[in-house]
């Protein structure tokens, strides 16, 4: 059975940073995009970086600059480092993998449970 499990969240002050990590444990074959999500209340939940097995990235404009996403494929673990973090960070940050369990499954989307993220003024 897979687990995403996602740690790192907490209360900042503006221009403070912090680092969320996430992995990946339990029957697990490999692991294709790996990324985080977050949604804000009252707001729809939105990309924030993606990153593929192969090193290829994505941000979302807000966080180019500010956030780094990376991964250790070893370790199926993805990381977002944020930097320069503003009160319209806050939210309930969230990671994704697109995972393939073994070779007598297919490729999934599992979810953790996601972390609070809160950026005072």
């Not at 687990?3 to 002050?13: A, C, F, W």
């Not at 070893?74 to 960070?89: F, G, R």
């Not at 990671?95 to 393939?100: E, Q």
Request: proline share 2%.
């Amino acid at each position: 059975q897979v687990h995403v499990v996602e740690s790192g969240g907490g209360l900042v002050q503006a221009g403070g940073s912090l680092r969320l990590s996430c992995a990946a444990s339990g029957g697990i074959l490999s692991i294709r995009d790996m990324g985080w999500y977050r949604q804000a209340p009252g707001k729809q939940r939105e990309l924030v970086a993606s990153i593929t097995r192969g090193g290829y990235i994505n941000y979302v404009d807000s966080v180019k600059g500010r956030f780094t996403i990376s991964r250790d494929n070893a370790k199926n673990t993805v990381y977002l480092q944020m930097n320069s973090l503003k009160p319209e960070d806050t939210a309930v940050y969230y990671c994704n993998a697109d995972i393939r369990p073994s070779f007598l499954t297919t490729w999934s989307d599992y979810w953790g449970q996601g972390t609070q993220v809160t950026v005072s003024s």
